[in-house]
């Protein structure tokens, strides 16, 4: 054996993270990767990947469509993916990905630097109606965004 440390996974094997869609395989974790992020979504038409209407400041990613179909709003508009559609969004650009159609959608999503994903996520505040940053708080498999400005629970996964 060399000092490398290879690693190999099944990804159906790893533990799904508590998030908005139906599954999320860190795969990175699952590796160990620490320069870049990849992870495996499954979601039902309908969900969020995995949040609302967000940018990474110094973070750039790209999702890539293995089935389903995904609805990607930009500051440029909508995109509509299919299998085998692989989308880039740069560092600061705002983005929401939504699973649609009758089926789940899978896609892999990948984002680096690994440490540099925190997300700014701005949506109207259903409460205030400020456009706000959101807060979040993991409560076991529930994941909660709260508004940054009035404080209110926005959003709950589970
Ligand atoms: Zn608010």
Request: aromatic share 8%.
């Given at each position: 054996m060399s000092d490398h440390e290879y690693a190999r996974v099944h990804v159906p094997d790893v533990e799904s993270t508590p998030n908005p869609t139906r599954e999320k395989k860190e795969v990175d974790e699952a590796v160990g990767a620490s320069r870049f992020g990849f992870n495996v979504y499954t979601a039902d038409p309908?969900?969020?990947?995995?949040?609302?209407?967000h940018r990474h400041p110094d973070h750039e990613e790209l999702f890539y469509v293995l089935a389903g179909e995904l609805r990607v709003q930009t500051a440029d508009g909508t995109e509509h993916l299919n299998a085998e559609d692989a989308f880039f969004v740069p560092e600061n650009a705002p983005v929401s990905a939504e699973a649609v159609g009758d089926r789940p959608a899978r896609v892999v999503a990948v984002g680096a630097p690994?440490?540099?994903?925190d997300a700014i996520i701005e949506e109207e505040c259903p409460v205030c109606g400020e456009v706000t940053g959101r807060t979040h708080d993991v409560a076991g498999d529930e994941y909660v965004l709260y508004c940054?400005?009035?404080?209110?629970?926005v959003t709950r996964f589970d």
């Amino acid at each position: 054996m060399s000092d490398h440390e290879y690693a190999r996974v099944h990804v159906p094997d790893v533990e799904s993270t508590p998030n908005p869609t139906r599954e999320k395989k860190e795969v990175d974790e699952a590796v160990g990767a620490s320069r870049f992020g990849f992870n495996v979504y499954t979601a039902d038409p309908g969900e969020r990947l995995p949040w609302g209407y967000h940018r990474h400041p110094d973070h750039e990613e790209l999702f890539y469509v293995l089935a389903g179909e995904l609805r990607v709003q930009t500051a440029d508009g909508t995109e509509h993916l299919n299998a085998e559609d692989a989308f880039f969004v740069p560092e600061n650009a705002p983005v929401s990905a939504e699973a649609v159609g009758d089926r789940p959608a899978r896609v892999v999503a990948v984002g680096a630097p690994k440490d540099a994903d925190d997300a700014i996520i701005e949506e109207e505040c259903p409460v205030c109606g400020e456009v706000t940053g959101r807060t979040h708080d993991v409560a076991g498999d529930e994941y909660v965004l709260y508004c940054e400005s009035c404080g209110a629970e926005v959003t709950r996964f589970d």
